[in-house]
């Protein structure tokens, strides 16, 4: 597909892409979550009713456990109905930040949870007349937690991987910290049926453990987003080589990532050839957005500044006169010259820190070939003197 092409086919649905919002990620996330919430009822409901009958206190542990990963699929339905909502006047980058912040909020509640669990655990290990002593209906709820739980992980994880959600991920992993806590509590049930009566004990404080450390990677990786961290090394990688490989493209720097929710925002300084016209640089720089934004999955948008020359080593310009004012050094150097009152057209370039100007004269303006010349020395001789202007080309059409 050529450049042109590409941006007639997709110049419009970039737009979309970056405003719109985006009902059917929401319905696809509701309906992955509703699923492990019936399965989470289920199973925090029986760990809690055959922790108590079974006199286990790992499996009461992992049943509180549950009953959070319950209560965070409820919020991250409520949380995702508004992240799911396009770019308005407030939010012009959209809600995808919700999600980020949920997560935020899933692990510290969850820390909060292992936290409680590892100390009344604990507490029981140092006044072993507190110790449970559990049964074998404790053990086979354990075992079919544990079958579930990691089913479920592997169900929302691809979900999460499909969808781009922070959220799914978080809840996913919440699944297989419930599946590896059911894991502990079979053995920790199961050491205390032989005879080790602490191991319950035990189990519940390494649940607790494992809970926390969860939570905490869930805050980290929210917080990494909140403060705009840039993405992973391969994705800028194959950013770079999306950018490189638009024709003409001469060099790029200042490249920079962020997320935002799922998606991510892109900023680049592009170089092209100086003395290219506004629309072309205009077209090379939409057809470096459209094509990033096509090859990389979770980009949604790119924003693209185009340079003249590579400005991290040359001069600026940003002192050089306007064009208004280089319109009336050039009335004054010309004072007196007639053909200079009739230009059809003048085009400056800003480059080094100077100026490089070309103006276009009518062909009347001579009538010889040796009076265009004579003219264009005249001219250029005039404004010689002003040192913000680099050279003058003269042309007749």
């Not at 922790?51 to 542990?61: E, R």
């Not at 506004?278 to 790119?302: A, L, N």
Request: hydrophobic fraction near 45%.
């Amino acid at each position: 597909m050529s450049p042109m092409e590409e941006f007639g086919n997709n110049g419009q649905n970039g737009e979309l892409r970056m405003m719109a919002s985006d009902p059917q990620r929401y319905s696809e996330i509701r309906r992955v979550t509703l699923h492990g919430a019936a399965v989470n009822a289920v199973i925090a409901t029986l760990k809690l009713l055959f922790g108590f009958i079974g006199h286990s206190q790992a499996l009461i542990a992992d049943g509180f456990h549950s009953l959070s990963d319950l209560s965070n699929d409820f919020l991250l339905l409520l949380a995702a109905k508004h992240a799911s909502r396009g770019a308005d006047e407030d939010h012009p980058y959209g809600h995808g930040r919700i999600e980020t912040m949920f997560s935020v909020g899933q692990g510290l509640m969850l820390g909060g949870i292992g936290i409680a669990i590892g100390i009344d655990a604990a507490r029981r290990l140092f006044n072993p007349e507190l110790l449970l002593q559990p049964e074998l209906s404790a053990l086979l709820i354990a075992l079919l937690a544990l079958a579930f739980k990691e089913a479920l992980y592997h169900y929302t994880m691809r979900a999460a991987k499909r969808l781009r959600s922070s959220m799914l991920r978080g809840n996913a992993w919440d699944h297989r910290s419930d599946a590896v806590s059911s894991l502990l509590v079979v053995v920790g049930v199961a050491g205390s049926l032989a005879g080790l009566t602490y191991l319950d004990a035990v189990a519940a404080v390494a649940v607790a453990l494992m809970v926390v450390k969860i939570a905490w990677n869930l805050v980290f990786h929210a917080m990494k987003d909140l403060i705009d961290t840039g993405l992973e090394a391969e994705r800028v990688t194959a950013i770079r080589n999306s950018i490189q490989s638009v024709d003409g493209v001469r060099y790029f720097h200042h490249l920079r990532t962020r997320r935002m929710g799922p998606d991510a925002l892109v900023d680049v300084h592009i170089q092209v050839d100086p003395l290219l016209s506004v629309s072309e640089g205009h077209f090379i720089s939409e057809t470096v957005r459209q094509r990033v934004i096509r090859e990389i999955d979770e980009v949604q948008d790119v924003l693209v500044h185009i340079d003249a020359e590579n400005d991290e080593e040359s001069s600026r310009c940003c002192d050089l006169p306007g064009r208004s004012q280089v319109r009336e050094i050039f009335e004054q150097a010309w004072h007196g010259i007639e053909a200079a009152r009739h230009i059809k057209r003048m085009t400056l370039h800003y480059i080094g820190g100077k100026i490089v100007a070309e103006v276009v004269l009518p062909l009347a303006a001579a009538s010889s070939t040796e009076e265009a010349a004579q003219l264009r020395q005249q001219m250029q001789e005039a404004v010689a003197r002003s040192a913000q202007i680099e050279r003058i080309e003269i042309y007749f059409s």
